[in-house]
Protein backbone atom coordinates (compact mmCIF):
# COMPACT_ATOMS: atom_id res chain seq x y z
CA UNK A 1 0.00 0.00 0.00
CA UNK A 2 0.88 3.23 -0.76
CA UNK A 3 2.06 6.37 2.25
CA UNK A 4 -1.27 8.23 2.35
CA UNK A 5 -0.11 12.32 1.64
CA UNK A 6 -1.28 14.98 4.30
CA UNK A 7 -2.48 17.85 2.98
CA UNK A 8 -2.39 20.97 5.34
CA UNK A 9 -4.72 23.42 4.71
CA UNK A 10 -4.21 27.01 5.18
CA UNK A 11 -7.58 28.83 5.62
CA UNK A 12 -7.44 32.44 4.56
CA UNK A 13 -7.29 34.17 7.62
CA UNK A 14 -4.26 32.61 8.34
CA UNK A 15 -2.94 33.56 5.07
CA UNK A 16 -4.35 36.85 5.63
CA UNK A 17 -2.38 36.86 9.11
CA UNK A 18 0.73 35.69 7.42
CA UNK A 19 0.30 38.45 4.45
CA UNK A 20 0.22 41.28 7.19
CA UNK A 21 2.99 39.79 9.29
CA UNK A 22 5.00 39.93 6.07
CA UNK A 23 4.26 43.75 5.72
CA UNK A 24 5.02 44.88 9.03
CA UNK A 25 8.39 42.72 8.64
CA UNK A 26 8.94 44.75 5.60
CA UNK A 27 7.88 48.16 6.65
CA UNK A 28 10.10 48.14 9.71
CA UNK A 29 12.97 46.50 8.09
CA UNK A 30 12.67 49.46 5.66
CA UNK A 31 12.27 51.76 8.13
CA UNK A 32 15.47 50.53 9.85
CA UNK A 33 17.40 51.33 6.84
CA UNK A 34 16.06 53.92 5.93
CA UNK A 35 17.05 55.00 9.74
CA UNK A 36 20.82 53.13 9.16
CA UNK A 37 21.41 55.46 6.10
CA UNK A 38 20.19 58.66 7.42
CA UNK A 39 22.63 58.64 10.14
CA UNK A 40 25.45 57.41 7.86
CA UNK A 41 25.01 59.93 5.38
CA UNK A 42 23.50 62.89 6.46
CA UNK A 43 24.27 62.99 10.15
CA UNK A 44 28.00 61.03 9.67
CA UNK A 45 29.87 63.77 9.08
CA UNK A 46 28.68 65.88 12.45
CA UNK A 47 28.77 62.30 14.52
CA UNK A 48 32.10 61.79 13.53
CA UNK A 49 33.18 65.57 14.22
CA UNK A 50 31.63 65.35 17.99
CA UNK A 51 33.57 61.91 18.76
CA UNK A 52 36.59 63.67 17.37
CA UNK A 53 36.09 66.40 19.64
CA UNK A 54 35.00 64.25 23.22
CA UNK A 55 37.99 62.18 22.23
CA UNK A 56 40.44 64.85 21.93
CA UNK A 57 39.27 66.90 24.72
CA UNK A 58 42.07 68.54 27.39
CA UNK A 59 40.80 68.97 30.45
CA UNK A 60 43.15 71.08 33.06
CA UNK A 61 43.60 68.37 36.43
CA UNK A 62 44.21 71.34 39.86
CA UNK A 63 46.55 69.21 42.45
CA UNK A 64 45.76 69.35 45.86
CA UNK A 65 47.05 71.70 47.88
CA UNK A 66 50.14 70.66 49.97
CA UNK A 67 50.10 69.48 53.03
CA UNK A 68 52.16 71.49 56.13
CA UNK A 69 53.43 69.61 58.71
CA UNK A 70 55.22 70.58 61.81
CA UNK A 71 59.26 69.75 62.87
CA UNK A 72 57.54 66.49 64.74
CA UNK A 73 55.57 65.25 62.00
CA UNK A 74 52.22 66.22 63.02
CA UNK A 75 49.81 67.79 60.15
CA UNK A 76 49.28 71.77 60.74
CA UNK A 77 47.28 72.29 57.50
CA UNK A 78 45.65 69.64 54.59
CA UNK A 79 43.70 69.56 52.03
CA UNK A 80 40.54 67.42 51.36
CA UNK A 81 38.27 66.55 48.77
CA UNK A 82 35.20 67.78 49.07
CA UNK A 83 32.00 69.15 46.49
CA UNK A 84 30.02 72.00 45.58
CA UNK A 85 26.24 71.63 44.95
CA UNK A 86 24.70 73.88 42.37
CA UNK A 87 21.07 73.93 40.99
CA UNK A 88 20.16 75.17 37.29
CA UNK A 89 15.96 76.20 38.74
CA UNK A 90 14.42 75.90 35.24
CA UNK A 91 16.17 72.40 34.61
CA UNK A 92 15.44 70.35 37.79
CA UNK A 93 13.42 67.76 36.37
CA UNK A 94 12.07 63.86 37.51
CA UNK A 95 13.04 60.97 35.15
CA UNK A 96 9.36 61.63 32.65
CA UNK A 97 10.35 65.17 31.73
CA UNK A 98 8.11 66.80 33.81
CA UNK A 99 9.20 70.07 36.66
CA UNK A 100 10.62 69.35 40.45
CA UNK A 101 8.09 71.61 42.44
CA UNK A 102 10.07 74.43 43.62
CA UNK A 103 9.25 74.30 47.42
CA UNK A 104 9.96 70.95 47.51
CA UNK A 105 13.28 71.48 46.08
CA UNK A 106 13.72 74.16 48.57
CA UNK A 107 12.65 71.66 51.47
CA UNK A 108 14.58 68.73 50.54
CA UNK A 109 17.97 71.33 49.84
CA UNK A 110 17.52 73.35 53.62
CA UNK A 111 17.09 70.20 55.43
CA UNK A 112 20.06 68.44 53.81
CA UNK A 113 22.61 71.18 53.75
CA UNK A 114 21.08 73.30 56.38
CA UNK A 115 20.41 77.04 54.30
CA UNK A 116 17.75 78.88 54.93
CA UNK A 117 14.55 77.68 52.93
CA UNK A 118 13.21 81.06 52.19
CA UNK A 119 16.34 82.08 50.35
CA UNK A 120 16.45 79.15 48.29
CA UNK A 121 12.91 79.30 47.17
CA UNK A 122 13.43 82.60 45.82
CA UNK A 123 16.51 81.91 44.19
CA UNK A 124 14.96 78.96 42.62
CA UNK A 125 11.79 81.35 41.56
CA UNK A 126 14.33 83.57 39.71
CA UNK A 127 15.77 83.37 36.21
CA UNK A 128 18.82 82.61 37.04
CA UNK A 129 20.81 80.03 34.92
CA UNK A 130 22.25 78.56 38.20
CA UNK A 131 23.18 79.07 41.77
CA UNK A 132 25.32 77.42 44.39
CA UNK A 133 23.33 76.15 47.00
CA UNK A 134 26.40 75.19 49.45
CA UNK A 135 29.98 74.93 48.72
CA UNK A 136 32.65 73.00 50.15
CA UNK A 137 30.11 70.31 51.12
CA UNK A 138 31.40 66.93 52.71
CA UNK A 139 30.71 63.26 51.53
CA UNK A 140 27.96 62.68 53.96
CA UNK A 141 25.75 65.29 52.64
CA UNK A 142 26.53 64.49 49.27
CA UNK A 143 25.12 60.88 49.72
CA UNK A 144 22.32 62.22 51.76
CA UNK A 145 21.50 64.62 48.32
CA UNK A 146 22.22 61.57 45.93
CA UNK A 147 20.22 59.50 47.99
CA UNK A 148 16.52 62.19 48.30
CA UNK A 149 17.61 62.44 44.32
CA UNK A 150 17.16 58.62 43.34
CA UNK A 151 14.45 57.73 45.44
CA UNK A 152 12.49 60.94 44.18
CA UNK A 153 13.47 60.28 40.39
CA UNK A 154 15.44 63.28 39.72
CA UNK A 155 17.15 63.10 36.58
CA UNK A 156 18.78 66.91 36.06
CA UNK A 157 19.47 70.00 37.31
CA UNK A 158 21.29 69.51 40.19
CA UNK A 159 25.27 69.50 39.70
CA UNK A 160 27.34 68.20 42.24
CA UNK A 161 31.25 69.76 40.91
CA UNK A 162 34.28 68.75 42.89
CA UNK A 163 36.07 71.19 45.06
CA UNK A 164 38.90 71.28 48.14
CA UNK A 165 38.46 72.49 51.72
CA UNK A 166 41.76 73.14 53.30
CA UNK A 167 41.57 71.76 57.35
CA UNK A 168 43.50 73.01 59.91
CA UNK A 169 43.76 70.07 62.53
CA UNK A 170 44.79 72.25 65.51
CA UNK A 171 42.30 75.08 64.67
CA UNK A 172 43.90 78.47 66.22
CA UNK A 173 46.90 77.20 67.30
CA UNK A 174 49.93 79.03 65.17
CA UNK A 175 47.47 80.24 62.98
CA UNK A 176 49.32 83.88 62.63
CA UNK A 177 52.42 81.63 61.58
CA UNK A 178 50.03 79.06 59.60
CA UNK A 179 47.89 81.46 58.05
CA UNK A 180 44.89 80.34 55.92
CA UNK A 181 43.79 80.38 52.35
CA UNK A 182 40.99 82.26 50.27
CA UNK A 183 38.07 81.05 48.28
CA UNK A 184 40.23 79.63 45.65
CA UNK A 185 42.65 77.68 47.58
CA UNK A 186 45.18 80.40 47.25
CA UNK A 187 47.35 81.27 50.52
CA UNK A 188 46.29 84.78 52.05
CA UNK A 189 48.79 84.87 54.82
CA UNK A 190 51.04 82.86 56.68
CA UNK A 191 53.35 80.19 55.78
CA UNK A 192 50.10 79.23 53.34
CA UNK A 193 51.27 82.41 51.68
CA UNK A 194 55.02 82.64 51.90
CA UNK A 195 54.85 79.10 50.17
CA UNK A 196 52.02 79.30 48.26
CA UNK A 197 53.73 78.29 44.85
CA UNK A 198 55.27 75.05 46.20
CA UNK A 199 51.94 74.22 48.40
CA UNK A 200 49.76 74.77 45.69
CA UNK A 201 51.39 72.58 43.01
CA UNK A 202 51.12 72.55 39.02
CA UNK A 203 48.31 72.15 37.29
CA UNK A 204 48.26 69.41 34.77
Known sequence: ??????????????????????????????LLIVRIGFIQFVQGASLKEDATKNQL????????RGTIYDSTGKVLAISAD????SVNPSNVKYKDGTDV????????????FGV?????????NTKKSSFAVA??????????LEEWMDSNNIKSGITIEDDIKRYYPYTTLASNLIGFTGAENTGLAGLEATLN???AGVPR
Open 197 to 199: DLL
Open 116 to 124: DYDELLENL
Open 135 to 144: EKVENDKISS
Open 1 to 30: MGRKKTLIKIDNSSKKKLVVSLVISFILLS
Open 57 to 64: ASKTITPN
Open 101 to 112: NKEVLAHALSKI
Open 82 to 85: VDTV
